[in-house]
């Protein structure tokens, strides 16, 4: 008959109102091997994980494991017969503590011997190397380490099938390598890992097979090292790369200097620390650093979303206060939050409310954007951004993650900001999304706008940007521009080898 | 045709289905059991007015207090994701400063009444401020902070009045509680309808349903987006202070009376529960005042149904019970799923079916 596989999915259906999320998807996955899933947004990817971890109950096709063919009721039931996954968005629980966050729910009896299960959680987590204590907060972790913790939790439970859901894209350098020896290790056991990411590089670095799909269909299964990164790009958007090489070719960048439309100086709030910064009219500059280094915060402290502390601002020459984020958007400033989930969308809230809400807030309660009027706005936007959703009506949280960061985008576009502020505006979106965010961006700068643009993908910077701010440990430490706007020189400002 | 199975789809369904469909079992069940249960007939009051009366005239009459209150809680739900029980208890102070203002003067004029009603208002909206500011600033979970009125409320009211219980006798105020002469519909459902049309244009001319929405959904984001959430959570609690203004002197002018430990007692729980039978979410965020008004009709008929079955008042809380289980289990999300999953096979197989026939 046929090998002898781990898991395989045959025909897999699945249908949500007005979408064929899943068609006739096939998925294998042998012992021992690291399989990457590969799509944009919207292709299936995350449905079909939900399917294999009984998040959704499947309209047709067929689940074996090791040959035996099952059904899966629930998470709870996944995790019993040996699949476990760490999601994409932190699914555990901030207000316990580590230790509780990694045996939750595992516990037989109703007695909890916490002490030893403290001990066991530190044994675990010295062993992956997670800087973390077994009894503090998960909240009080980092975001990083909360997504370790959440590995951790996974890895602990013995699982034959281990599904990591972009479980790199809140984490650093040192630690995406820490975790991938620790996938080689699982793997050298004979476990099963599912690894689901954007990061083409880290799928070529720790991936042994590829399988790709588009548009809720399977396109193909391949070995790694037989499919160039080129045309595994091109499988995933499914057109050729034209567009991919004419972008990074509009390099060049205007050197004719505009008058500077905003500056503060000395700005601090309760999270940065003083920095002095500013931005001309059309420009685009970026803060760059490793996660934790500040550059996140300082944006939070031009828009005024934490306290502010000191520091003068000034726009357009002329002195400003901005202590609240309204202010800043009244002085036309725009702000795309680092976390989606929690500080961009408006979950049950239709695309379209979620759409005029920041033009709402700007118009003050007493002026109300008519029905017929946000509906214009909306469907404008869905059209220019290309927005994938089912009506203008649709509640935006049922949107694929790359769908939900083009609404919160047309949301600060309809306000007409002066200046744009994106942190992390494509972590977590598929690649054909990405460009078109970043082409929104040089746009956007042509037509007068400002942007600050963050990412932790340094050349996507290096293709936008006409200057870097690099940070460490929340100082600024460098500034680069022109022929400095290299790779290996922001690498270099960033571990602190200028001078 | 399509249009309305595809809308009936995408949404499993309404918001409103669940409080629709038992209005319409208990109107049902009444029907079967007295034919003549909702018969409406015309009588004469004792001051000699032509008046409708009959058993579905009391129900909405007898629910006014509890539609305006759902009104204002399920503004208070939605943005704090919790609940006022201070409203009684609010209630009976705002009812006590009605009566002292009223006996204050020598004579009852219109315009007395509508001051006592104005400084009525003022009051019960400083006291919702009170709550409010618990709430916003310092994030106290609702249901706590509005404990500490809910037990000392009663004796505020009782202070108000030096321990009396006076009544009010005046032709104004027991129209109020009754009917205006010349109108034959109970003046407690009409300001039950002035009060649904200001919300309405409360919400049709300002952005507070999107604002109120978005704080209760995703309160970071919101303030992100430059939305004032504490002033958004301290206004619903005002908002609610005014229904519970309105009610309070509702209930006073009922009975020409203000007895500060009956009035509108355990008003609160019955509040909440038609908040809930209306479909709204009491952890916040989208919200229908419409679903919460039938929530309270819902209620009233239970009650006067049990009545009208001859069940003695000490059960009628038993039975009372019993039909709320259903209705909140029927409304659960659980089942809410398993009906859409069950109308999605069944499209589909009427799809297969047409597509069949069109094949033939």
């Not at chain 1, 998960?138 to 380490?145: F, K």
């Not at chain 1, 042994?208 to 080129?230: A, S």
């Not at chain 1, 942007?451 to 290096?462: A, G, N, Q, R, W």
């Not at chain 2, 729980?269 to 419409?290: E, R």
Request: hydrophobic letters at 45%; glycine letters at 10%; one cysteine or more.
């Amino acid at each position: 008959m046929q090998e002898e596989y781990l898991l395989t999915m045959r025909r897999i259906d699945k249908r949500f109102p007005g979408v064929l999320a899943l068609n006739g998807v096939d998925f294998t996955l042998r012992d021992g091997e690291i399989h990457a899933l590969m799509g944009e947004n919207g292709a299936g990817k995350s449905t079909l994980i939900k399917v294999l971890t009984g998040v959704y109950q499947m309209d047709g096709g067929e689940i074996r494991l090791e040959g035996k063919p099952m059904v899966i009721h629930s998470p709870q039931d996944a995790q019993k017969k040996g699949i476990s996954t760490v999601y994409q968005e932190i699914t555990l629980c901030p207000n316990l503590t580590v230790a509780e966050n990694i045996f939750i729910g595992r516990g037989k009896g109703v007695w909890v011997r916490q002490k030893s299960l403290e001990k066991r959680a530190d044994e675990i987590l010295s062993k992956l190397g997670i800087p973390a204590r077994s009894t503090q907060l998960l909240g009080s972790c980092s975001l990083a380490v909360q997504q370790m913790v959440a590995i951790a939790r996974a890895v602990d439970m013995n699982c034959k099938v281990l599904i990591l859901d972009e479980p790199t894209s809140s984490l650093d350098d040192k630690e995406v390598n820490r975790l991938f020896d620790l996938m080689r290790d699982l793997k050298s056991r004979g476990v099963g890992i599912i690894f689901v990411t954007h990061f083409l590089d880290q799928v070529y670095a720790v991936s042994d097979r590829i399988t790709v799909l588009r548009n809720g269909e399977l396109v193909g299964e391949y070995l790694t090292e037989e499919l160039p990164q080129i045309q595994l790009v091109s499988k995933m958007i499914g057109k050729e790369l034209e567009e991919l090489s004419s972008l990074s070719e509009t390099e060049e960048k205007k050197t004719e200097e505009k008058e500077i439309l905003y500056e503060a100086e000395g700005l601090s709030s309760t999270e940065a620390l003083p920095f002095d910064f500013a931005i001309r009219r059309g420009e685009v500059n970026g803060f760059t650093g490793l996660l934790g280094s500040g550059r996140s915060e300082s944006v939070r402290a031009i828009f005024g979303a934490d306290k502010v502390t000191g520091g003068t601002v000034r726009i357009n020459g002329k002195p400003v206060k901005i202590s609240k984020p309204v202010d800043a958007m009244k002085h036309g400033i725009g702000y795309l939050a680092e976390d989606r989930k929690r500080d961009g969308i408006i979950a049950e809230l239709s695309v379209r409310e979620n759409i005029i809400l920041a033009l709402q807030v700007m118009n003050g309660m007493f002026k109300p954007i008519s029905r017929s009027e946000s509906e214009a706005f909306a469907d404008e936007y869905i059209k220019v951004l290309n927005i994938k959703t089912a009506s203008r009506e649709t509640p935006v949280g049922s949107l694929s993650g790359g769908n939900q960061q083009k609404v919160i985008l047309a949301r600060w576009l309809l306000t007409h900001p002066d200046y744009l502020i994106l942190d992390e505006p494509t972590r977590g979106i598929d690649v054909g999304t990405k460009l078109e965010i970043q082409k929104l961006v040089l746009k956007l700068a042509e037509e007068g706008v400002s942007v600050t643009f963050i990412s932790s993908e340094v050349e996507e910077m290096l293709r936008t940007c006409s200057r870097l701010i690099v940070m460490r440990d929340r100082h600024v430490v460098g500034e680069l521009t022109g022929q400095d706007l290299n790779q290996t020189q922001v690498m270099k400002t960033i571990a602190g080898g200028e001078a | 045709m399509k249009k309305t199975t595809k809308k009936f789809s995408f949404n499993g369904f309404g918001q409103l289905t669940i409080p629709l469909i038992a209005i319409a079992l208990l109107v049902v069940f009444n029907l079967i059991r007295d034919p003549g249960f909702f018969s409406i007939g015309i009588s004469h009051n004792s001051n000699g007015n032509a008046v409708l009366s009959g058993n579905l005239i009391s129900i909405i009459n007898g629910a006014s207090e509890l539609a305006i209150l759902a009104m204002g809680m399920t503004l208070v739900t939605a943005a704090c994701g919790g609940q006022d029980i201070s409203v009684g208890a609010a209630a009976a102070i705002a009812g006590s400063v009605f009566v002292k203002v009223l006996k204050a003067s020598s004579s009852i004029s219109g315009v007395t009444v509508i001051l006592a009603f104005l400084c009525a208002c003022v009051v019960a909206m400083i006291f919702g401020s009170f709550n409010g500011t618990l709430v916003a600033v310092f994030r106290i979970q609702p249901m706590i902070a509005t404990l500490i009125l809910y037990t000392c409320g009663r004796s505020i009211a009782y202070w108000i009045n030096g321990g009396a219980t006076p009544t009010v006798t005046s032709s104004i105020v027991n129209a109020i509680g009754s009917f205006i002469p010349g109108i034959p519909v109970p003046t407690p459902v009409i300001i039950v309808v002035v009060m649904g049309i200001l919300f309405w244009l409360l919400f049709h001319f300002t952005s507070l349903r999107l604002f109120t929405q978005s704080v209760g959904i995703n309160g970071s984001a919101a303030r992100l987006n430059g939305i004032d959430a504490r002033f958004i959570k301290l206004l619903s609690f005002i908002i609610l202070g005014v229904c519970v203004a309105v009610s309070g002197c509702i209930g006073v002018s009922r009975l020409g009376l203000i007895n500060h430990e009956t009035l509108l007692l355990d008003v609160e729980m019955d509040t909440i529960l038609a908040v809930a039978i209306g479909g709204n979410n009491l952890g916040g965020g989208k919200f229908k005042l419409s679903g919460s008004v039938i929530g309270a009709y819902v209620i009233q008929m239970l009650t006067i149904t049990l009545y009208a079955m001859k069940v003695s008042s000490t059960d009628v809380k038993a039975y009372k019970a019993i039909v709320i289980i259903l209705l909140v289990v029927i409304g659960s999300p659980v089942i809410k799923e398993k009906f859409s999953r069950f109308l999605a096979r069944l499209s589909d197989k009427r799809r297969k079916v047409s597509v069949k026939g069109a094949e033939e």
